[in-house]
């Protein structure tokens, strides 16, 4: 894995200096665009508006334009804005993981410290599994500010950037009837069916599918097959009854 930002976490007078890694990747398969007459691969190049002629990745710089003109962004600049955030994911409080509401989350990164037997780093994934805390920092990564939760996987200590609280719509904007009201005998015999489907998270049970199906379907046209199309089977409700409906699924769980 190749490291996309170095700095340290800080946390009161401590300083632990790491390299942060991307944790994730994609499972989407890499699609090319192309003509459909005869499938040349369609480029997209950078043109000058002026000389209307191809621009060297090299030659672009950023601007932002100010009145009528632009004002030229280097990289220093953007470090310039808040240099201790360039370089320090400073940890300002902690809260308990279990209050950041799953909405908010966004990209993790995993961490890896500088150096070897690095005590700080110890302590500080060691502290944070024992108390069920997360820190909260403000960073800036790729000229963006960022906030981000620090806190514990297995080994490591991750950094998981979350949305600011005005990055989260307000449900007012959703039609919701609130008025809806559920018997007693549906909202048990509910409880009784997520109880039924209930077990321990397993994640590794779970694989992209889609991708896998999508690849079936490319290598068979491939080899100048036609692929076999699988037909979606809706649902069939035998009641439109509510009770019913669970009372239904509850059976069809049992029978499993």
Not at 56 to 76: F, L, M, N
Not at 160 to 181: A, C, H, P, Y
Not at 223 to 233: A, Y
Request: proline share 4%.
């Amino acid at each position: 894995m190749r490291s996309i930002w170095k700095g340290s976490i800080g946390f009161g007078l401590v300083s632990i200096p790491v390299k942060l890694y991307s944790a994730v990747q994609t499972s989407s398969l890499d699609l090319d665009m192309l003509d459909s007459r005869d499938h040349a691969h369609i480029k997209f190049q950078r043109v000058n508006e002026n000389t209307k002629k191809e621009v060297p990745y090299a030659k672009i710089v950023k601007g932002y334009k100010y009145d009528d003109d632009y004002v030229i962004i280097e990289d220093a600049d953007f470090e310039a804005a808040a240099p201790e955030k360039s370089k320090v994911i400073e940890i300002e409080n902690f809260v308990d993981i279990e209050s950041v509401n799953p909405m908010f989350y966004e990209t993790s990164y995993y961490t890896e410290p500088e150096t070897k037997n690095n005590k700080a780093y110890a302590l500080l994934l060691e502290a944070l599994k024992k108390s069920g805390k997360a820190g909260l920092a403000l960073f800036v990564l790729r000229s963006t500010e960022s906030l981000c939760i620090v806190h514990p996987v297995d080994k490591a200590i991750v950094v998981t950037r979350i949305r600011f609280e005005q990055q989260i719509r307000d449900q007012g904007e959703l039609k919701l009837d609130n008025d809806v009201k559920v018997s007693k005998k549906e909202l048990d015999m509910g409880l009784a069916l997520i109880n039924q489907y209930a077990e321990p998270l397993d994640l590794s049970k779970y694989k992209d599918e889609y991708h896998t199906e999508l690849m079936k379907i490319i290598e068979a046209k491939a080899k100048g097959k036609r692929p076999t199309i699988k037909k979606l089977k809706p649902k069939k409700t035998t009641s439109n009854d509510l009770y019913d409906q669970l009372m239904s699924s509850l059976q069809v769980k049992k029978g499993a």
